[in-house]
């Protein structure tokens, strides 16, 4: 299964190799924007949108609302597998 993660771009790294600073949940990672990156667009252009990172790369930019609800739902799934873990837990 491929998961994209919501995250949101706070800073160019490196024009050149199109990279930029991506915060996933307080969490800030080094992300390749090429895959969104616009031939016409300058990367600045980028700062502060929404993008669904995947194995290092941004995938995808989305809006707010869709990143929000995006995690939200990861949060749930998170919070099933802790009860998932206890439940068998409970059961040994």
Same mark, same amino acid.
């Given at each position: 299964m491929c998961l994209g993660i919501p995250g949101?771009? /706070?800073h160019i790294v490196d024009?050149?190799?199109?990279l930029g600073m991506v915060d996933v949940?307080?969490?800030?990672?080094?992300?390749n924007l090429s895959c969104v990156a616009e031939?016409?667009?300058k990367l600045e252009s980028?700062?502060?949108?929404? /993008?669904l990172v995947h194995v290092g790369f941004a995938m995808s930019v989305i809006d707010e609302d869709e990143a929000q609800?995006?995690?939200?739902v990861l949060n749930e799934l998170g919070e099933m597998q802790e009860e998932?873990?206890?439940?068998?837990e409970g059961a040994s």
């Open positions: 949101k771009i /706070v024009h050149e190799l199109q949940g307080g969490i800030q990672r080094e992300v031939d016409d667009q980028y700062l502060d949108e929404w /993008v609800a995006t995690l939200g998932l873990t206890a439940m068998r």
